[in-house]
């Protein structure tokens, strides 16, 4: 090898260095102004100290148990239920949960599953609550209710739904390419820098604007902040979860447990969001106790945009013998 080549390759890890040590510092530096707001206070909360990480629960208000679960997202958090809980804790006990990987809950480096959820909600329900609560779910969460009561009769008495996907999305299975997506997301400095990225505050706004809110104006700063400060707390170890969605590992088919559920399962969809109607219908179609309602100039999360509209409904299913 002569002067020239060994000068070259020389240079090449001293830069290669520098834009390692450079990205590692851009990380720290996000994690740490992700946090200065301080809007998902642990104070306003206790942990439980479950199997696989701690997970931070709140316990609010008196009457028959409701537990609300937010969507599997490292971005989301029970901060999504502040507007509702409110409401709902005047005549019942409101439980509201991070999950594992979101928010203020441990964020362990390991494979995120369905059944680790499903285990989760089993548990929380047997060791916090005590008793079979009403479960509210947003988005993707209606699997682990799902499942959960499927292998659990007496878990669960109803199940409310809110926006639920397209049942073949939780179809999905692992292959090579996802394989390879969840690797790259968890290698120690790219994968953040990459995870970092996708939860940069102008993407996470992106998301709030067109996704989860009809009328965007409404998105308010700290409901930003505190999207953006879940999905980068515990040194932006969100990136593990977010790894197995990408994976595929969070999915896991419902269509079966769906057809064995003998409980009240209510489906409440945004008219807003694409494909409501038939999303709502695929599930009635699959189980009679299934029912539907509708709520307009709503997105993804009514609960932030119009929560006396959703309390309303929901209200009407729980006053439903």
Known sequence: MNHSMKKNIKHFFILTAFAAGTIHFVNRFIDMTAEMKNILKSQNGEYYDWKNGRIFYSKRGSGSPILLVHELNPIASSYEWCRLVK???KTHTVYTLDLLGCGR???PCLTYTNYLYVQLLTDFIHNIIGESPDVITTNNSISFAVLSQNMDRSLIRRIIAINPPALGTFERNPDKYSSVKKILLELPIIGTFIYNIRTHEMNIQKILRETYFAKPQLVSSKML????ESAHMDKSH???LMASIEGHYT???ITHALKKIEIPLYIIES???KDA???????THKNSYVETS????AGLTPQLEVPDKLLGIINMFLNDK
């Open 277 to 283: 109607v038939a999303i709502a219908d695929s599930y």
């Open 238 to 240: 969100g990136k593990y």
């Open 251 to 253: 999915d896991n088919a």
């Open 294 to 297: 509708y709520i307009s100039n």
């Open 225 to 228: 902040d505190a999207y953006y």
């Open 87 to 89: 409401k709902l804790e």
């Open 271 to 273: 008219r807003n969001m």
């Open 105 to 107: 809950s441990d964020k």
